[in-house]
C-alpha cells in the first residue's frame, strides 16, 4: 500500500498563489507517476496535472497551464503543485494521486490507485 498526505491547503484572494505538498510512504517503489485532482461539489473529480518520478515528464490540464506547476523531490518522496494567479473558479478539493506500476501520465480518475485524503483550496473574489 502507498499512503499520499496532501497539505497546504487554505484561503486566498483571487490573484494569489499557494503551494500544496503531498507526501508518499509505504510501497513507494510501485509508484512511478504522481497527479493532482479537484473536486467541487456535486462535480466529477478532474484532472489537474501529474509528473512521473524519473525523468519529470509532466501534463496539465488547459484550464490550469501557465498558472499551475508540479514538481517533485524524490529524496523527500513529495510532490509540489505550485499555484499562481489563482481565480474563484480554482475552488476545489485538491486531492494527490498515485497509479501502481503505471508510467502513464493518467488524466482519468480510474487510472489511478492511491488517493490523498484532499486539502480544502478557497479562492475568494
Known amino acids: 500500500q502507498v499512503q499520499l498526505v496532501e497539505s497546504g491547503g487554505g484561503l486566498v484572494q483571487a490573484g494569489g498563489s499557494l503551494r500544496l505538498s503531498c507526501v508518499a510512504s509505504?510501497?513507494?517503489?510501485?509508484?512511478?507517476?504522481m497527479g493532482w485532482f479537484r473536486q467541487t461539489p456535486g462535480k466529477e473529480r478532474e484532472f489537474v496535472t501529474a509528473?512521473?518520478?524519473?525523468?519529470?515528464?509532466?501534463s496539465y490540464a488547459d484550464s490550469v497551464k501557465g498558472r499551475f506547476t508540479i514538481s517533485r523531490d524524490n529524496a523527500k518522496n513529495t510532490v509540489y503543485l505550485q499555484m499562481n494567479s489563482l481565480k474563484p473558479e480554482d475552488t476545489a478539493v485538491y486531492y494527490c494521486?498515485?497509479?501502481?506500476?503505471?508510467?502513464?501520465?493518467?488524466?482519468?480518475?480510474?487510472?489511478?490507485?492511491?488517493w490523498g485524503q484532499g486539502t480544502q483550496v478557497t479562492v475568494s473574489s
Open positions: 494521486a498515485a497509479p501502481d506500476r503505471s508510467y502513464t501520465l493518467g488524466t482519468r480518475r480510474n487510472q489511478y490507485d492511491y
Open positions: 509505504g510501497r513507494t517503489f510501485s509508484t512511478y507517476v
Open positions: 509528473i512521473r518520478w524519473t525523468d519529470g515528464s509532466t
